[in-house]
């Protein structure tokens, strides 16, 4: 899941409750079914623009950005109006001057540019596509993002064990638009006699009501930065289920890589948060996910049935955030073909009493959409 910041903005009062602590060991054989109510009031559907030359695949990361999406393909980054039509690529996937490898990206909301990472560089890109300059900033980074108009939050993936001399480094670094850094933030002793077993470049890093909130990847603690300063918001009590990659080797890994395994190892690998929910995604066992809610004002943890909040608005797939918009809407998408043969499972009548809300509705899909269309971003409005 990934949360970018729009610009400044009020902000409310931290609860009193923090630091949250938030024991997942003790109930990780808490299993409940949410209705996708608890999220919003209504659902739309905005299929997006599918030609010859125009396929995406899938989708690895999504935005809502002014009226517009931003999409990444894994492969290619693309800009949708508020309706799914396509309005342009942004730059291009490549190993050549100006394009990138990767495609994580993030706004620039003081300049309205794209900024995606093509380690150790950040490129950006204007809202028509072009390049417009690029950042050296020597950090290999999967995610970023702009806390303030002159500071940048990097993750640094080297600090997950890229290196073989012993040494300290940063989990998260602060640097300002002129590649100065300006902060480190959660140091790692490394011994430099091995690699860890697990990486990731899915790091939490998130905004909610205007505060950057981050984690790293074997930390328990989740911080906000709050006046230009990390704050403690979250501890992760993962006891002995956490991943301890000193003693973990890839043979055990494997022996309990099965579909019903028993839990052995976690590991937080990705957060979000709305006014009622941290939402959480967890790794089981490395090879498997898990979406998990954190309820705030009961302090119950909890892992989702199915790993998506059912869908009691209109009958449609069950849906899981993987953006948060402004007012509260959070967007996520689905596979054309997997709405299509969800819609051919439906009754009749149950499609006709599914009309919810403003824009395109779950009955209207079938005469829109084929089975080689585009994703379709689902929007869920509260």
């Known amino acids: 899941m990934v949360s970018c910041n729009t610009g400044p903005g009020s902000k409310k009062s931290i609860s009193k409750q923090i630091p949250y602590f938030i024991d997942i060991e003790k109930s990780i054989n808490n299993v409940k079914t949410v209705g996708l109510s608890?999220?919003?009031k209504s659902i739309e559907y905005i299929p997006l623009e599918t030609s010859p030359d125009l396929v995406l695949g899938g989708i690895s990361q999504i935005m809502a950005y002014k009226s517009n999406y931003i999409v990444s393909s894994g492969q290619?980054?693309?800009?949708?109006?508020?309706?799914?039509?396509?309005?342009?690529?942004?730059?291009?996937?490549g190993r050549g001057p100006g394009e990138y490898q990767t495609t994580s990206f993030c706004v620039d909301p003081y300049n309205d540019l794209i900024c995606v990472s093509s380690n150790p560089n950040i490129l950006y890109?204007?809202?028509?596509?072009?390049?417009?300059?690029?950042?050296?900033?020597?950090?290999?980074?999967s995610r970023f993002t702009f806390i303030d108009e002159d500071k940048i939050l990097f993750s640094n993936v080297r600090a997950q064990g890229m290196s073989l001399t012993p040494d300290t480094v940063y989990n998260w670094i602060i640097t300002n638009r002129s590649g100065k850094v300006v902060d480190q933030i959660d140091?790692?002793?490394?011994?430099?006699?091995?690699?860890?077993?697990?990486?990731?470049?899915?790091?939490p890093l998130y905004d909610y009501d205007n505060r950057f909130f981050f984690k790293s990847l074997y930390s328990d603690?989740?911080?906000?930065i709050e006046d230009g300063m990390p704050k403690h918001y979250a501890t992760f009590n993962l006891g002995n289920l956490k991943l301890d990659v000193s003693k973990i080797s890839m043979a055990d890994i494997n022996a309990n890589s099965g579909e019903n395994a028993d839990i052995k190892t976690l590991i937080v690998l990705d957060l979000n948060e709305n006014d009622k929910y941290i939402f959480v995604d967890l790794n089981v066992n490395v090879f498997k996910s898990q979406k998990c809610l954190y309820d705030k004002?009961?302090?119950?943890?909890f892992l989702v049935e199915d790993e998506v909040f059912q869908n009691d608005l209109d009958g449609g797939l069950g849906f899981w955030p993987e953006y948060f918009g402004e007012e509260?809407?959070?967007v996520g998408y689905a596979d054309a073909i997997t709405l299509l043969n969800h819609i051919e499972g439906m009754d009749p009548l149950e499609i006709a009493k599914s009309n919810n809300g403003d824009g395109l509705q779950l009955g209207e899909l079938k005469g829109v959409i084929t089975e080689f269309s585009n994703p379709v971003v689902i929007l869920v409005n509260k």
């Open 221 to 224: 603690s989740l911080f906000y």
């Open 125 to 141: 890109f204007d809202f028509e596509g072009n390049l417009v300059g690029t950042y050296e900033t020597g950090i290999f980074s």
């Open 38 to 40: 608890e999220l919003g």
């Open 328 to 330: 509260g809407t959070m």
């Open 297 to 301: 004002k009961t302090n119950e943890f």
């Open 187 to 203: 140091p790692v002793i490394r011994s430099g006699k091995s690699m860890p077993v697990f990486m990731s470049t899915i790091i």
């Open 76 to 93: 290619q980054i693309y800009l949708f109006d508020s309706g799914g039509h396509f309005l342009n690529k942004i730059g291009k996937y």
